[in-house]
T-cell receptor, first 111, second 114 residues
Framework: QKEVEQNSGPLSVPEGAIASLNCTYS??????FFWYRQYSGKSPELIMS????GDKEDGRFTAQLNKASQYVSLLIRDSQPSDSATYLC???????????FGKGTMLLVSP | KAGVTQTPRYLIKTRGQQVTLSCSPI?????VSWYQQTPGQGLQFLFE???????NKGNFPGRFSGRQFSNSRSEMNVSTLELGDSALYLC?????????????FGSGTQLSVL
């Protein structure tokens, strides 16, 4: 059973701070990793993808991948109240064209 | 470019009934995946279709089935509904469902079983 683990939170940060969201996965063969944001009552929206070890930056978001440690993270700089949502980590199932999702971390950004 | 469209948005059914949900992928996308989302279990993979063929299947009972048409539109069917089938059902599409491709989700169908 492939597993993707995330702290359910909530993770509370003040406006302007850096939010750090973490994810570990069990499938050593996974090559593709994604972060989705899901607002309450809405569907998941893709915000970042990462395929190689290291950092990938896109605006205020930075995804970090360490395949040796089977660890993916998402940093959100200058957090805004509008970032308050559940963040889902998704990992490609090796050998398949499917994704396994973590249960998500709820982020709360207070003004 | 239109996104993934799911209908209906809400459904209320009673135990024992069956239900059919519909999904139209982004134009040009040929792979359609279905997920069930519940507060306790999160997003769980149901199945994936590509070129009218089921390519992958998750760990759900045979009451859950699906199909894909030649225009890539997909339907999923749940027969003999149980209370535990109450969930948000999400459809996602991608170009070819190849490894590493990004999935784009529809708004989902919220199913309530009474």
């Amino acid at each position: 059973q492939k597993e993707v683990e995330q702290n359910s939170g909530p993770l509370s940060v003040p406006e302007g701070a850096i939010a750090s969201l973490n994810c570990t996965y069990s499938d050593r063969g996974s090559q593709s990793f994604f972060w989705y944001r899901q607002y309450s009552g809405k569907s998941p929206e893709l915000i970042m993808s990462i395929y190689s070890n290291g950092d990938k930056e896109d605006g205020r978001f930075t995804a970090q991948l360490n395949k040796a440690s089977q660890y993916v993270s998402l940093l959100i700089r200058d957090s805004q109240p509008s970032d308050s949502a559940t963040y889902l980590c998704a990992v490609e199932d090796s050998g398949y064209s499917t994704l396994t999702f973590g249960k998500g971390t709820m982020l709360l950004v207070s003004p | 470019k239109a996104g993934v469209t799911q209908t209906p948005r809400y459904l209320i059914k009673t135990r024992g009934q069956q239900v059919t949900l519909s999904c139209s992928p982004i134009s040009g996308h040929r792979s359609v995946s279905w997920y069930q989302q519940t507060p306790g279990q999160g997003l769980q993979f149901l199945f994936e279709y590509f070129s009218e063929t089921q390519r992958n299947k998750g760990n759900f009972p045979g009451r859950f089935s699906g199909r894909q048409f030649s225009n890539s539109r997909s339907e999923m069917n749940v027969s003999t509904l149980e209370l535990g089938d109450s969930a948000l059902y999400l459809c996602a599409s991608s170009l070819a469902g190849a490894g590493g491709e990004k999935l784009f989700f529809g708004s989902g169908t919220q199913l309530s079983v009474l």
